[in-house]
């Protein structure tokens, strides 16, 4: 089984920059899970999809966040990045990260994902 543990939440003012990591462990692919990905949640609102990249470095974004924020993985080191620029206050959520080991053409499915992290609270201020 897979474990994933996020970092690199805060305090921001719009319109700056944060970068959160996602380290994964276990599992048996040397290179870590051939999914990884990104949801958020805000309060009062239902989980959203944000960002998902594969092993050989398919991405992909929700509509919401095209254009600021950047999802990458380094596979050796088993961990995924979110490079999020332009922050807006309507980002403000708690970040979990997500592993699966089989790749759905809707990543946005929640259920589709096999592990999730804590979670990470990004707070964007206006």
């Known amino acids: 089984q897979v474990q994933v543990k996020e970092s690199g939440g805060g305090l921001v003012q719009a319109g700056g920059s944060l970068r959160l990591s996602c380290a994964a462990s276990g599992g048996t692919d040397s290179f870590g899970p051939y999914a990884m990905g990104w949801f958020r949640q805000a309060p009062g609102k239902e989980r959203e999809f944000v960002a998902a990249v594969t092993w050989n470095k398919r991405t992909d974004y929700a509509d919401s966040v095209k254009g600021r924020f950047t999802i990458s993985r380094v596979n050796p080191e088993k961990t995924a990045y979110l490079q999020m620029d332009g922050l807006k206050p309507d980002d403000t959520a708690v970040y979990y990260c997500?592993?699966?080991?089989?790749?759905?053409?809707?990543?946005?499915?929640?259920?589709?994902?096999?592990?999730w992290g804590q979670g990470t609270q990004v707070t964007v201020s206006s």
């Open positions: 997500v592993a699966a080991d089989v790749y759905s053409a809707a990543p946005y499915n929640a259920k589709l994902w096999d592990s």
